[in-house]
């Protein structure tokens, strides 16, 4: 067996423990040159009834916090779309918008794998920038990928 097999099995083994465990894997991939940081979740959808989340443009820890905030909030409820939430994260409102799993086929590669032909959903967190502002705002700044649709 090749040297990148073993690792995409042992990663994967990874990922199913988690899920069994935890209900849950969140997938992290770092920050590099002229890319931005994003994060999600695998299991979310089959384990506690509500969509999976993506995140774009925080790190992995604060990502993997609000993932774990989210899930304790809203599994087995329902989840309010394009509504300012100021209870998830502590040090800033967030909003999340629904997106299309086509729209998220270049990000979500453990979830692919892990639902197969199953039937899943994602939302996506936006946040505002360090100023507080949002998307679509005058004078946002921040390095966030929006895959679905955000309107304020």
Known sequence: MKNTEKQKELYFEKVYDNIRNKGYHTTAVLE??????????????ENFKIP??????????LSGEIIQ???????FSEVSLNE???DLVENFP????KIK????????LTSIKFYENKEYAYLQLIFPDLKGKFPN???YD???????????
Request: aromatic letters at 20%; hydrophobic letters at 35%; proline letters at 5%.
């Open 101 to 108: 799993n086509e729209n998220l086929s270049e990000y979500v």
């Open 137 to 139: 705002e005058p004078g």
């Open 69 to 75: 905030n989210y899930v304790e909030k809203y599994k």
């Open 142 to 152: 921040y390095d966030q990928t929006i895959v679905g649709e955000f309107l304020l």
């Open 94 to 97: 967030v909003y999340f918008i």
């Open 84 to 86: 300012k939430i100021d």
């Open 32 to 45: 590099e040159d002229n890319f931005t940081p994003f994060a999600y979740s695998t299991g979310i959808f």
């Open 52 to 61: 999976e989340l993506f995140i774009s443009g925080l790190g992995p820890n």
